[in-house]
């Protein structure tokens, strides 16, 4: 399989490359250049598979011969290690929890299938170490953290704000050890942001390490986020009644994957962005008119996105056809006085605790459902210990720290505090 640039001015290249590269050389995200659905047997007779089986089912045609059938069945087996419950919270709404993994959000999924990617294809040429240098606002460093450790040749560096994770999230990128390394930077997520791309542009730093990113705009973090729409759809009992996802979205990655699902044959309805105030994509389906902002901070922080990357390869699923993707993605945004009040609504009816991302998707599920019915799946992206200082005081309740948060919790944070970009460099430079 191979894979072209969005922007259409790179050299098409191989899973393997699109990978390795994350991003296309013109700055372009990389897309499949053919995408074959599944045959009718396969959905008919879904429940006959292993959660593994269907994962392998689904990826095979996006990897190719590049990793061998063998290879590629094992890492699927590490990526899919817990749990992809479908729960009933009342008549026609369920969730899909995505948060029983390691780290305790969906982003375990894409991280686990990405790290043995980069671990296989590493180990191929015993060559250099590779080193992955990522920025995180909170969940994306832990799943990094957790994805890679112990992944032989790969070194992973984690910029994150100082003060601005939460105490769950910060311990679980700074505590892992080996070859996770966290720095505390002295700044604002933009600021991490800011010196990591910095980092990808200095000749100094790149002709000596091997430089990567683990952002979700990479293939091997994107795709694998399709299993679960099968896993979830492989529980339904009720399999002719079409379904409704309703997915909260920050980057439109995982949403994306749902759409690329639909593209394989899985039968959906209807998909639903649900969004905080950050409503670039709502905005967009509105007026057609495509306007970035900068971010705005909500208590739904994963999803404070001011130019959600993902969402060109949406529009490029659908040709760039607006009224065809009308027809499939409707988009709502909500602001954090509703995402509260849905938070307690929820736990009233059915004593079910949303964390703020699942209350935002909730909603949308809900103003749907306002022209029309359907079985309505919204997608519970985190577990809501990794948002405590939201949830309790709105539920006025305590969560138990589930077994692989007490883990992390007591263990020592480990970081090295930079506050500049030259500091960064050094710690890079530093044999
Ligand atoms: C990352 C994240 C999201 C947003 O997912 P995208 O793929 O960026 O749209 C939503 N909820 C939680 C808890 C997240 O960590």
Request: aromatic share 10%; net charge positive; proline share 5%.
């Amino acid at each position: 399989m191979n894979y072209y640039s969005l922007n259409k001015k790179a050299p098409n290249v191989s899973f393997k490359d699109a990978v390795i590269k994350g991003l296309a050389p013109d700055k372009g995200l990389y897309f499949p250049e053919s995408i074959t659905p599944l045959a009718k047997e396969f959905f008919n007779h879904i429940e006959y598979f292993t959660n593994n089986e269907i994962a392998y089912e689904v990826i095979k045609q996006f990897v190719g011969d590049e990793i061998p059938e063998k290879e590629l069945k094992k890492i699927i087996a590490e990526t899919l290690v817990f749990d992809f419950p479908v729960v009933e919270i009342e008549k026609n709404i369920s969730t899909l929890e995505l948060f029983h993994g390691p780290t305790m959000a969906f982003k375990d999924v894409g991280a686990r299938f990405m790290a043995r990617c980069f671990g296989y294809f590493n180990k191929d040429k015993n060559s250099a170490k590779v080193t992955v240098l990522v920025a995180t606002s909170g969940d994306t460093g832990g799943a990094v953290a957790s994805g890679f450790l112990g992944v032989e040749g790969i070194d992973v560096v984690i910029l994150y704000p100082s003060g601005k994770v939460s105490e769950v999230q910060e311990k679980q990128l700074t505590s892992l050890g080996k070859n996770i390394k966290a720095l505390e930077v002295d700044g604002t997520f933009d600021d991490c942001q800011a010196m990591v791309k910095t980092a990808f542009l200095d000749t100094e730093i790149t002709s000596v390490k091997n430089l990567t990113s683990a952002n979700s705009i990479n293939v091997a973090r994107w795709l694998p986020q399709m299993f679960y729409f099968f896993i979830a759809y492989k529980q339904l009992q009720n399999k002719r009644r079409k379904v409704v996802f309703s997915i909260p979205s920050g980057n439109f990655g995982n949403i994306c994957a749902g759409i690329m699902a639909q593209q394989l044959g899985l039968p959906v309805k209807q998909f639903i962005a649900a969004t905080n105030i950050n409503d670039i994509v709502p905005n967009y389906l509105e007026t057609g008119v495509y306007t970035p902002k900068p971010s705005q901070q909500t208590i739904s922080n994963a999803m404070d996105v001011g130019d959600p990357s993902n969402f060109v390869r949406i529009q490029e699923i659908y040709k760039n056809d607006d009224t065809l993707l009308k027809q499939h993605l409707t988009s709502y945004s909500f602001t954090d006085k509703e995402t509260k009040k849905a938070m307690v609504k929820i736990n009233k009816k059915s004593g079910y605790i949303a964390d703020p991302h699942g209350a935002v998707g909730y909603l949308g599920l809900k103003k749907y459902f306002k022209k029309k019915k359907a079985q309505g799946i919204f997608l519970e992206t985190a577990h809501p210990v990794k948002f405590l200082d939201v949830v309790e005081p709105v539920l006025n309740t305590t969560i138990e720290f589930p077994p692989q948060i007490q883990e992390v919790i007591n263990k020592k944070k480990v970081s090295v505090k930079i506050s500049n970009y030259e500091e960064l460099k050094q710690f890079l430079l530093k044999p």
